[in-house]
């Protein structure tokens, strides 16, 4: 296996809706940034993989006007993933070990806004069973969120601590994000019901945003920054489509993608977990056997900032900014999509020191 | 700001095969069907793949009508494209005779005459067209 590491990251500030703007605007700034943290340009890249989904945008192939704004004149290498970015990150870590590139570029971006989001993410349902019933995405967390509780194995109280916790650190931690406040859980409980169990603050913001990652191969990394940080292991896998034949209550493709990965708990320091309802962090710190008093989402997560097909690539790109900075040396960072926590990333992230 | 509506359409058709079609051709008869999965258990709606082994499944299962509620969550204000029009239970049903449950909706009146545990019926539509909502929605199930 060759060393792969992240050597650059970049993000939008994340908005509620970003209208003034269009999705190339909102996404080159981004991307500019990336590249200039490291002075490289497009032409340094040897491959360039991105995600996003024509399902927001409402026009097919819409990933290639973003393409046209990276400047893909004279040709480059690319390949696009209809999936959250750290998929497309996957991709290009993929590439890089087949040994034809020493660099890769990965972004990914969404305007959620543009829609009705909960209904556009009903679509990706089993289009025959479920999706004419128009099972609406926070409908379905709901279930799953009815399935855990009633075995037990989440609480109201702990969800709403989990609801709390993130808008708060993002406060203390992430200029980036969307929602940061201090707001107590017992302000959480004491919220109407939304859908379900779930309260309103139990559910992710609707999110604009973008994000931006090189990765680099072995020596090339080290050229290109002081502190890389190390894809040590990643991993991704998938449970069965329909609703009703899986385990809500359970996670088992993020446990399987964490061993894979060579996950080891008492290892980690700190883990980013891509959890865009509260009982969904719950859910993915009992599958991967998160200890009770890890550091988890230090930057507030999904519950904080949640444009569509990039909050898994930020979880990425957080835990390397918060390794490279030294805060930590070793984490686990986590993405998912799909209905219900169907697909499941997870990548360990090491620093030199 | 300048808006403007935009509808998108896939007007494309495709047939549903032996499997998914039993299933829509039996909803249109009011006959509920699954299917055995690898392991033995009853799958519904029945699925073309085991999704774990990856077999080929064939044997179709007829369940229900009634089932128990293994999942639900109250909608206080349902969309318009949602099969009720007013406030109703996302339910995960496991209908009679079956092993995994089927996503639907319940006319349950109210959120505390529903929870995990409740017995529940299908109300079907008199006009049956060969789709899941030929199941109108599920009804709380008159104890006797």
Same mark, same amino acid.
């Given at each position: 296996?060759?060393?792969?590491?992240?050597?650059?990251?970049?993000?939008?500030?994340?908005?509620?809706?970003?209208?003034?703007?269009?999705?190339?605007?909102?996404?080159?700034?981004?991307?500019?940034?990336?590249?200039?943290?490291?002075?490289?340009?497009?032409?340094?890249?040897?491959?360039?993989?991105?995600?996003?989904?024509?399902?927001?945008?409402?026009?097919?192939?819409?990933?290639?006007?973003?393409?046209?704004?990276?400047?893909?004149?004279?040709?480059?290498?690319?390949?696009?993933?209809?999936?959250?970015?750290?998929?497309?990150?996957?991709?290009?870590?993929?590439?890089?070990?087949?040994?034809?590139?020493?660099?890769?570029?990965?972004?990914?971006?969404?305007?959620?806004?543009?829609?009705?989001?909960?209904?556009?993410?009903?679509?990706?349902?089993?289009?025959?069973?479920?999706?004419?019933?128009?099972?609406?995405?926070?409908?379905?967390?709901?279930?799953? &969120?009815?399935?855990?509780? +009633?075995?037990? #194995? /989440?609480? $109201?109280?702990?969800? =709403?601590?989990? %609801?709390?916790?993130?808008?708060?650190?993002?406060?203390?931690?992430?200029?980036?994000?969307?929602?940061?406040?201090?707001?107590?859980?017992?302000?959480?409980?004491?919220?109407?019901?939304?859908?379900?169990?779930?309260?309103?603050?139990?559910?992710?913001?609707?999110?604009?945003?973008?994000?931006?990652?090189?990765?680099?191969?072995?020596?090339?990394?080290?050229?290109?920054?002081?502190?890389?940080?190390?894809?040590?292991?990643?991993?991704?896998?998938?449970?069965?489509?329909?609703?009703?034949?899986?385990?809500?209550?359970?996670?088992?493709?993020?446990?399987?993608?964490?061993?894979?990965?060579?996950?080891?708990?008492?290892?980690?320091?700190?883990?980013?977990?891509?959890?865009?309802?509260?009982?969904?962090?719950?859910?993915?710190?009992? &599958?991967?056997?998160?200890? +009770?008093?890890? #550091? /988890?989402? $230090?930057?507030?997560? =999904?519950?904080? %900032?949640?444009?569509?097909?990039?909050?898994?690539?930020?979880?990425?790109?957080?835990?390397?900014?918060?390794?490279?900075?030294?805060?930590?040396?070793?984490?686990?960072?986590?993405?998912?999509?799909?209905?219900?926590?169907?697909?499941?990333?997870?990548?360990?992230?090491?620093?030199?020191? | 700001?300048?808006?403007?509506?935009?509808?998108?359409?896939?007007?494309?058709?495709?047939?549903?095969?032996?499997?998914?079609?039993?299933?829509?051709?039996?909803?249109?008869?009011?006959?509920?069907?699954?299917?055995?999965?690898?392991?033995?258990?009853?799958?519904?709606?029945?699925?073309?793949?085991?999704?774990?082994?990856?077999?080929?499944?064939?044997?179709?299962?007829?369940?229900?009508?009634?089932?128990?509620?293994?999942?639900?969550?109250?909608?206080?204000?349902?969309?318009?494209?949602?099969?009720?029009?007013?406030?109703?239970?996302?339910?995960?049903?496991?209908?009679?005779?079956?092993?995994?449950?089927?996503?639907?909706?319940?006319?349950?009146?109210?959120?505390?005459?529903?929870?995990?545990?409740?017995?529940?019926?299908?109300?079907?539509?008199?006009?049956?067209?060969?789709?899941?909502?030929?199941?109108?929605?599920?009804?709380?199930?008159?104890?006797?």
């Amino acid at each position: 296996m060759r060393d792969v590491a992240i050597v650059s990251f970049a993000q939008s500030h994340h908005r509620r809706a970003v209208e003034d703007l269009n999705e190339v605007e909102m996404l080159m700034p981004v991307t500019r940034e990336a590249l200039d943290n490291i002075g490289i340009g497009i032409g340094d890249i040897g491959f360039t993989c991105s995600g996003s989904t024509d399902y927001l945008a409402g026009n097919a192939f819409s990933f290639v006007s973003t393409l046209d704004g990276i400047g893909p004149w004279p040709p480059i290498s690319e390949s696009h993933v209809e999936m959250d970015g750290a998929w497309a990150l996957y991709e290009a870590w993929v590439k890089l070990q087949t040994g034809a590139v020493d660099t890769a570029f990965v972004y990914s971006y969404s305007k959620s806004s543009s829609g009705d989001l909960a209904m556009v993410m009903s679509r990706q349902l089993d289009p025959y069973a479920v999706g004419p019933l128009w099972l609406d995405s926070v409908g379905c967390a709901a279930l799953a &969120a009815s399935a855990a509780l +009633d075995a037990g #194995v /989440v609480t $109201r109280e702990a969800m =709403a601590e989990v %609801a709390a916790r993130s808008r708060r650190d993002a406060l203390a931690n992430n200029e980036y994000a969307q929602l940061r406040f201090d707001r107590t859980a017992a302000a959480v409980l004491a919220e109407p019901d939304h859908v379900g169990l779930l309260h309103r603050s139990d559910c992710p913001p609707i999110s604009d945003g973008a994000a931006a990652i090189v990765l680099a191969a072995g020596d090339r990394a080290r050229e290109l920054c002081d502190n890389p940080v190390w894809i040590r292991g990643i991993d991704h896998r998938i449970d069965p489509m329909a609703l009703g034949y899986r385990d809500l209550t359970d996670v088992p493709s993020a446990r399987l993608a964490a061993s894979r990965a060579g996950v080891v708990p008492a290892e980690i320091d700190a883990w980013e977990l891509h959890a865009p309802f509260s009982h969904d962090e719950l859910l993915l710190r009992r &599958a991967m056997g998160v200890p +009770d008093d890890a #550091v /988890v989402n $230090r930057s507030g997560g =999904a519950l904080a %900032a949640n444009p569509m097909l990039t909050a898994g690539l930020i979880r990425i790109g957080e835990a390397s900014w918060q390794i490279s900075s030294g805060e930590s040396e070793r984490m686990v960072a986590h993405a998912t999509q799909g209905p219900a926590l169907q697909q499941n990333l997870v990548a360990v992230l090491e620093g030199d020191r | 700001m300048l808006r403007a509506p935009l509808v998108i359409e896939y007007p494309f058709e495709r047939t549903t095969g032996p499997v998914v079609g039993a299933f829509l051709t039996g909803l249109r008869e009011r006959i509920l069907v699954g299917i055995t999965g690898a392991d033995g258990r009853v799958i519904v709606p029945p699925i073309e793949y085991d999704p774990v082994t990856a077999e080929d499944l064939t044997e179709l299962v007829e369940v229900g009508p009634g089932g128990v509620v293994t999942a639900c969550a109250w909608v206080a204000r349902p969309d318009a494209r949602q099969p009720l029009d007013h406030p109703f239970a996302w339910a995960l049903i496991r209908l009679d005779g079956a092993d995994t449950a089927m996503v639907h909706v319940v006319d349950a009146g109210s959120p505390d005459r529903i929870a995990v545990g409740t017995r529940v019926t299908p109300r079907w539509r008199d006009e049956r067209v060969g789709a899941i909502g030929d199941i109108e929605c599920f009804v709380i199930e008159e104890t006797s």
